[in-house]
């Protein structure tokens, strides 16, 4: 048996950046004599490596693949797949051989029966196919399997078929955690029947996220069923990118992308056969749409294997410069939107909400938070407003369509529809946030419960009396951070503030440019 070296703090070190860049090979079958590749050493590791990584954990990461007789870790994005493997709430089978065999969706069943929460299936790339995606969808539709929260599945690369799309609808409807369903290159094909099946499931869940990318045998037919019925409010990204679409699913992209039914943000369509007729149609529809920030219609030439010529590749580039201008238009139209609505919110909240406490008995609300904690309890009865400026108590003494006239003025991207859909949320008691924060280490904590990371960076980084005080919010509180000083300021991480910001301009339907 060959010498043993230290392969866990070796691992440990490419894995999360203390090594050079590259990919590492491990031969883990009597072959001592090859190298670690890329990685400066020679460590013979011998037959001992499979229990070595076991024990770490890193043998079932997607980040681990078995490439015959050989382990390869990825360098890219180690760090996250890592991250999600050894978290209890994600469950990891990405090219793992154990769920190429028969009873594999048991297996996968009995590890989220073993963990008290799940968020998120990654199963890509092995070959569970129709048995034993029927198998997971079934448990996962069950009202044991109702009982996880999963908010993402990856299940593209696994042969799935026309059955299984069925049995992921019946999972899809009227699920409210589902946010990201990951379905590229599979075998499903355009069926009518299956198709409205699955459009109703959308329909009625909140999934935001569909990829159906590399499902050649779909067609027009899949699209001629999928795109007319599609009206959810919520999806925001649709990848239709080679699923075999030609000119005869432009018409229904065109309607479908200029309807009111449209919330997309993201729509991709790449390595189709739409041709430069059709992505000029798709174009001229675009022209109404105001949410797409991103799309992408690349290589949409017609036939195959055929050869641009000159004039074609012009025309094909100047409808990518149109459509890069009409993105931005929308980037630029949705960004000020979203800025004047938190304006005209920050503005109506102090008048209309005086107006209105004159009349609203009931200006308190009954609990201090949403949470089981320990909070101190909130004094029941009416609060008294605060105290105005002569100014401002003039301005009081209007009409109220005078002031929602003046706020405007505040506002000016706004539409009408959605200056009234903001002033009625700053009218309404019962839209005021909590009156004391959760306290830290009452117990609160969630799924719901948001909490910030302080950015080590920050020069004041350390100081609670400073950065983390109850009144301003922080960690473990819910009412918010102080600005600029949390992750989500350099983009580290997703500020919880932004994402209720997010969530309120999605509610009063100020999140995009909405014309008169």
């Known amino acids: 048996m060959p010498r043993m070296i230290d392969c866990a703090g070796d691992l440990k070190?490419?894995?999360f950046g203390r090594n050079t860049e590259g990919t590492m090979h491990i031969y883990a079958k009597g072959e001592h004599d090859k190298s670690v590749e890329d990685g400066g050493s020679k460590p013979a590791l011998g037959n001992e490596v499979p229990d070595i990584l076991r024990k770490l954990g890193m043998l079932s990461s997607p980040v681990a693949r078995l490439e015959k007789e050989t382990l390869v870790f990825s360098k890219s994005s180690r760090y996250h797949e890592m991250k999600g493997f050894l978290s209890e709430s994600h469950i990891t089978g990405s090219g793992v051989p154990r769920f190429r065999k028969s009873g594999s969706a048991q297996k996968i069943i009995d590890l989220i029966e073993n963990r008290r929460v799940v968020y998120t299936l990654l199963l890509s790339h092995n070959e569970l196919g129709?048995?034993?995606?029927?198998?997971?969808?079934?448990?996962l539709s069950s009202a044991k399997g109702r009982r996880y929260p999963i908010s993402e599945v990856q299940i593209g690369s696994n042969r799935l078929g026309n059955t299984s799309l069925l049995a992921i609808s019946n999972y899809l409807k009227n699920n409210i955690h589902l946010r990201c369903?990951?379905?590229?290159n599979n075998a499903f094909i355009g069926d009518e029947a299956i198709t409205s099946a699955f459009v109703h499931a959308i329909n009625s869940s909140r999934l935001e996220i569909l990829n159906l990318a590399s499902n050649s045998s779909l067609s027009d037919t899949f699209i001629s069923s999928f795109l007319p019925s599609l009206n959810s409010c919520f999806l925001r990204d649709l990848n239709l990118t080679a699923t075999g679409l030609t000119e005869a699913s432009v018409v229904h992209i065109a309607?479908?992308?200029?309807?009111?039914c449209c919330y997309l943000s993201a729509f991709s369509g790449n390595s189709n056969f739409l041709g430069n007729t059709g992505i000029q149609a798709i174009y001229g529809a675009l022209c109404s749409n105001y949410r797409l920030t991103t799309v992408s219609v690349f290589a949409n030439h017609s036939g195959i294997n055929s050869e641009l010529d000159e004039p074609t590749r012009v025309e094909t580039q100047r409808i990518q410069r149109c459509l890069k201008v009409l993105v931005t238009r929308n980037k630029?139209?949705?960004?000020?939107?979203?800025?004047?609505?938190?304006?005209?919110?920050r503005y109506s909240r102090p008048l209309l909400l005086r107006s209105a406490g004159k009349e609203d008995k009931s200006f308190v609300t009954s609990a201090p938070c949403d949470q089981p904690c320990s909070c101190l309890p909130v004094p029941r009865g009416r609060a008294d407003p605060p105290s105005s400026s002569s100014s401002s108590s003039s301005l009081l003494k209007l009409p109220t369509e005078i002031i929602h006239h003046i706020l405007s003025f505040?506002?000016?991207n706004l539409s009408s529809a959605q200056r009234i859909r903001v002033f009625q949320y700053a009218s309404s008691a019962s839209t005021l946030p909590q009156l004391l924060p959760c306290l830290p280490g009452s117990g609160s904590h969630g799924p719901n419960h948001t909490i910030c990371v302080p950015d080590p960076s920050n020069i004041e980084f350390g100081d609670a009396g400073k950065i983390w005080k109850i009144g301003g919010g922080g960690v473990g509180v819910g009412g918010g951070c102080a600005s600029?000083?949390?992750?989500?300021a350099s983009n580290s991480l997703v500020c919880h503030r932004e994402q209720d910001r997010a969530t309120w301009l999605f509610a009063v339907r100020c999140d995009a440019y909405e014309r008169d």
Do not use: H, M, W
């Not at 129709?130 to 448990?139: A, I, R, S, W």
């Not at 630029?332 to 919110?345: F, S």
């Open 13 to 15: 070190a490419f894995l």
């Open 130 to 139: 129709d048995e034993g995606c029927v198998t997971l969808f079934d448990f």
């Open 181 to 184: 369903l990951d379905l590229p």
């Open 255 to 260: 309607n479908y992308v200029s309807s009111d």
């Open 332 to 345: 630029c139209l949705n960004k000020q939107t979203r800025i004047d609505a938190l304006r005209l919110l």
């Open 410 to 412: 505040l506002a000016p």
């Open 484 to 488: 600029g000083k949390c992750l989500g």
